[in-house]
């Protein structure tokens, strides 16, 4: 059984001229600060499915929510809780994480409340939002930026150039090209392509926008444990001269120091 431990959302101020205790907070702003720590925790549908389980206590001390879950989900608090102090921004969190920040600074702001987050880790973070705090998320719903997408292309052409291909992860989506590319190579219609866009995405729903092809991949969705085994052979020798795999890592995403 995994190691569990716990996070803890600490409200401190008044409710009127009384200090703010258990019994001051409302079952509907409880049902709220659940919801909003499970989806700042697992903010995808996917990851709602597959979490492990969570229980929850109201405790004094002002008002302190806890919540008792796996070490690897108090990790992960830890560390964002720790990016969001050290870059005194939100704005590059994934919307849905922003979004919830941006409720309870906004909710500090209204009441007066200082609100720190917590966690059972010894070498824990913390992150105070209070009213002075500015903790807002981005106002854009929208970024644009490129995308692979991957699946069957089932309609091409029209007046204005474009292709329809139907994907596992998106659905049905419309990507617009020129005669150009829409004719060269062979016959792309109802095959499985690979296919690179530029275009805009919805921060809330995840929504893709006025997506443009850049270029077409070839596209394999067949595993070929055989090939996977000879490249894996190949790379070992490579790989057993790494003496440091995070250093590594970092090198070859751009985020060296050198």
């Known amino acids: 059984m995994e190691e569990k431990g716990y996070i803890e959302i600490k409200f401190e101020g008044r409710v009127g001229n009384a200090k703010l205790t258990p019994m001051e907070v409302d079952i509907n702003e409880i049902k709220e600060i659940i919801v909003d720590i499970e989806n700042f925790l697992f ?97 854009t719903d929208w970024i644009e930026t490129e995308f692979y997408l991957y699946g069957e292309i089932y309609q091409e052409g029209g007046i204005t150039p474009n292709l329809h291909i139907i994907t596992k992860e998106h659905g049905k989506l419309t990507v617009f090209a020129t005669k150009e590319q829409l004719l060269e190579g062979e016959n792309k219609l109802y095959r499985s392509y690979g296919l690179r866009a530029i275009g805009k995405q919805n921060l809330t729903d995840g929504k893709f926008g006025d997506l443009k092809l850049i270029d077409f991949l070839e596209y394999n969705p067949i595993f070929d444990k055989k090939e996977l ?28 120091n050198g």
């Not at 796996?70 to 870059?87: A, D, K, Y």
């Not at 490249?231 to 590594?248: F, G, H, Q, R, Y």
């Open 43 to 139: 903010p995808t549908r996917s990851e709602k499915s597959e979490r492990t389980h969570i229980a929850y206590m109201i405790e004094e001390g002002s008002a302190k929510h806890k919540f008792f879950l796996s070490l690897t989900s108090v990790i992960l608090f830890n560390g964002l809780i720790s990016e969001i102090e050290n870059r005194k921004s939100i704005g590059f969190l994934e919307y849905r994480r922003a979004e919830i920040i941006d409720k309870f600074q906004r909710k500090a702001r209204e009441r007066g409340l200082e609100i720190t987050f917590s966690n059972s880790l010894p070498y824990k973070n913390e992150l105070k939002i209070t009213k002075s705090t500015n903790y807002y998320k981005p106002q």
């Open 229 to 256: 085994d000879i490249l894996i052979a190949k790379a070992t020798p490579n790989l057993s001269s790494i003496t440091n795999v995070d250093t590594w890592l970092a090198e070859i995403r751009g985020g060296g």
